[in-house]
């Protein structure tokens, strides 16, 4: 089938990419929404790629379940993000993580790292780093989300608490100036905020996406964690506000 250049390079940002915001994808092509719009009506009529809640994806990426897909999702910046934020933590050390693409991914970027003692309510952490370098893993009980294999609610929360970590890492939906890091789901966001009390360094890992949205419910504000690391440098009024509460930034790239 014939597409114009720029609806062909939709379909191939779709492809390396999964699924793209409509104001995101409108930048990556340096056109208006309104165009991008008239893209996706045309592309979308002919059943080519799929609209969802402000974003768009290939048929075969909205099949994918909810985890799987947003894995896909900035995956080359999560990655680098993830190898920065492995850094910092040394063999011996405990490490306490919520459920998260980019927390996944760190789980990932640790497998060289011995001796960890490791504390989360996500299945997927839990099966990396268990079984291998003398790791010690504690996964908290509850109900498992189909969606993404985490615990969470009272049990879990309850079980974390029982921890004082070396460092507690969560990852973000979303990160703004005046609400400081948000979530899109109450139970998510409460486990979220209860990593965060057990850590002595605390830790927020998020892609450059999150920075200025809203979200739905609020995680923490900005002085209540102590160091954001990201892809990318955040806007001037979050760099701002990042800086009066005191929070250290970490860019990788």
């Known amino acids: 089938m014939d597409?114009?250049?720029r609806r062909g390079r939709i379909l191939s940002l779709?492809?390396?990419k999964g699924t793209i915001g409509v104001n995101a994808l409108a930048a990556l092509?340096?056109?208006?929404?309104?165009?991008v719009r008239r893209d996706v009506k045309a592309l979308a009529g002919r059943g080519e790629i799929v609209r969802m809640h402000g974003a768009v994806g290939l048929p075969s990426a909205v099949s994918e379940a909810p985890f799987e897909r947003r894995m896909r999702e900035n995956r080359e910046a999560k990655e680098a993000i993830a190898a920065l934020a492995a850094g910092t933590i040394r063999d011996?050390?405990?490490v306490m993580l919520d459920t998260g693409t980019t927390?996944?991914?760190l789980a990932r970027a640790l497998l060289d790292h011995r001796r960890l003692t490791v504390v989360t309510n996500s299945s997927d952490i839990a099966r990396t780093l268990a079984t291998v370098n003398g790791n010690k893993v504690y996964m908290a009980g509850g109900e498992?989300?189909?969606d993404s294999g985490a615990a969470l609610g009272f049990s879990a929360i309850e079980f974390v608490s029982r921890f004082s970590v070396d460092h507690a890492v969560i990852s973000a939906g979303a990160v703004n100036a005046a609400s400081g890091v948000m979530d899109y789901d109450l139970?998510?966001?409460?486990f979220g905020q209860a990593v965060l009390a057990r850590g002595r360094r605390r830790v927020v890992v998020t892609d450059s996406s999150k920075f200025g949205q809203k979200g739905l419910v609020r995680v923490c504000a900005l002085a209540d964690f102590d160091e954001l690391i990201a892809n990318r440098t955040p806007p001037a009024d979050l760099a701002q506000a990042l800086r009066a509460a005191d929070v250290s930034l970490r860019i990788c790239g």
């Open 14 to 16: 779709l492809a390396e």
């Open 144 to 146: 498992l989300r189909s």
């Open 103 to 105: 927390t996944s991914l």
């Open 29 to 35: 092509l340096d056109v208006s929404v309104e165009t």
């Open 92 to 94: 011996g050390e405990s």
């Open 3 to 5: 597409y114009s250049p």
């Open 187 to 190: 139970e998510e966001a409460q």
